[in-house]
């Protein structure tokens, strides 16, 4: 009993004894970096001030670095080692996100040049900064988009192509319209109830981004019409056929303004400053002052000047005969006797002479007799493929268009068994 409470009080005082020296020995000193790189328990990115602005138009760059967080003398010195971007060339609306840590002086600049291109300038403390570009990797595949129209185009692909963002859903639609602008006029021709279905690549990059690419093949009923197109490979070129084998490009675009609503149409209506109820020889297409008017085809100019009521006027003489007459411009950027080419810029939208708003007023003269420019310009179509090229573009026809036909069932079953309140 005697021999264990000695041990017992003998083993007690070597513990005292230990924690006497431990606690007289000095503690070594840990440098702060050291206890901040400890581990996850010390939180370094609370310390990072983020910021994401664009640049605004007609502003410098270093201007726009200025206001998203960095020093004036930052700002010089990161575009200083710019190499990848020209810092006057950076376009307006683009993203700039920077990371500045106010207690090291580190600082991180990312410029979103493109939706697949970045720019990034990095500066660790005690360093110049650095420039890195990074472009982003995309995989493809193709998915099937489009609907019925209840208004327009652009509505029609918006509702049925769940498969991009929504910005992307409205490029989409105009790039469609671009290919189909020697066919269609989609302000005037495309009705309620026409359909569209269009088989198109889908480009997904690794951060997550989805984009459109190609068009590989589309069909429509508009106006009650049906019109297929698709891409095709004759070589080293590719382009976009109707499924006849024909060029969709054609002598003649079918409207003088890339991007358009329309006023009124051909027919009989009331002048709006006569006041008299007359023929009305062509169609108005209401636009902002300035858009650019494009000449509709190939020709020479007959007349370029004012001309009574149309105000600023362009005539176009072309080579199957037709005229084509612009008027109510703003400005005009040809003069009589010049030569044109089919989309060139040929003036501006106003409203000169006769008008009560800004519009186009185009017309269409068919061995001096006006016509419909609707009627007249339906039947415009491009060349046909060569005699040796049509079995690879039928059987590619084939396919494709089975796909597209399987997309459209399917999205369409899809959207028959979602809940009405959907």
């Given at each position: 009993m005697n021999a264990?409470?000695?041990?017992?009080?003998?083993?007690?005082?070597?513990?005292?004894?230990?924690?006497?020296?431990?606690?007289?020995?000095?503690?070594?000193e840990r440098p702060a970096a050291s206890v901040l790189a400890a581990g996850p328990r010390v939180s370094v990115a609370a310390r990072w001030r983020t910021k994401v602005d664009t640049i605004r138009r007609g502003e410098p760059l270093s201007v726009a670095l200025e206001r998203a967080g960095l020093a004036p003398e930052e700002a010089v010195q990161a575009l200083s080692v710019a190499s990848a971007l020209d810092p006057r060339k950076v376009r307006a609306g683009t993203t700039i996100t920077t990371r500045v840590d106010p207690d090291s002086g580190a600082a991180e600049v990312v410029l979103q040049l493109a939706i697949d291109r970045v720019v990034r300038f990095t500066r660790t403390f005690g360093k110049p900064w650095v420039e890195q570009e990074e472009t982003?990797?995309?995989?493809?595949?193709?998915?099937?988009?489009?609907?019925?129209?209840?208004?327009?185009?652009?509505?029609?692909?918006?509702?049925?192509?769940?498969?991009?963002p929504e910005k992307q859903r409205?490029?989409?639609?105009?790039?469609?319209?671009?290919?189909?602008?020697?066919?269609?006029?989609?302000?005037?021709?495309l009705q309620k109830n026409d359909s569209v279905g269009v088989l198109v690549e889908r480009q997904t990059a690794e951060n997550g981004l989805v984009r459109p690419g190609n068009i590989i093949a589309a069909r429509m009923t508009v106006d009650g019409r049906p019109i297929e197109t698709m891409r095709f490979t004759q070589g080293t070129r590719v382009a976009y056929f109707d499924g006849e084998g024909k060029a969709m490009r054609a002598a003649f675009l079918r409207a003088p303004l890339a991007f358009r609503r329309i006023s009124s149409v051909f027919g009989m209506r009331r002048h709006p400053i006569l006041g008299t109820v007359r023929r009305h020889a062509g169609t108005d297409y209401a636009a902002a002052a300035g858009t650019p008017v494009r000449a509709l085809g190939n020709g020479r100019v007959v007349f370029a000047g004012w001309r009574g009521g149309y105000g600023k006027t362009i005539e176009?003489?072309?080579?199957?005969?037709?005229?084509?007459?612009?008027?109510?411009?703003?400005?005009?950027?040809?003069?009589?006797?010049?030569?044109?080419?089919?989309?060139?810029?040929i003036g501006q939208v106003g409203s000169t002479g006769l008008s009560t708003a800004p519009h186009l007023h185009f017309e269409v003269l068919v061995n001096g007799v006006h016509r419909d420019p609707r009627i007249a310009l339906r039947n415009q179509s491009g060349e046909p493929l060569a005699a040796s090229q049509r079995r690879a573009f039928a059987e590619l026809k084939a396919r494709l268009f089975a796909q597209l036909e399987q997309g459209m069932q399917l999205a369409s079953r899809v959207t028959s068994a979602r809940p009405s309140g959907d």
């Open positions: 264990s409470r000695t041990l017992l009080l003998a083993a007690g005082c070597l513990g005292i004894g230990a924690a006497v020296i431990a606690l007289g020995r000095p503690v070594q982003l990797q995309w995989t493809t595949d193709t998915v099937v988009v489009g609907g019925v129209v209840t208004s327009t185009l652009t509505a029609a692909i918006a509702a049925g192509a769940d498969a991009f409205t490029e989409l639609a105009y790039a469609l319209a671009d290919i189909l602008e020697y066919r269609v006029d989609l302000s005037r021709d176009i003489r072309h080579t199957n005969g037709f005229v084509t007459r612009y008027g109510h411009l703003r400005a005009i950027h040809v003069r009589a006797g010049q030569s044109v080419n089919i989309s060139q810029t």
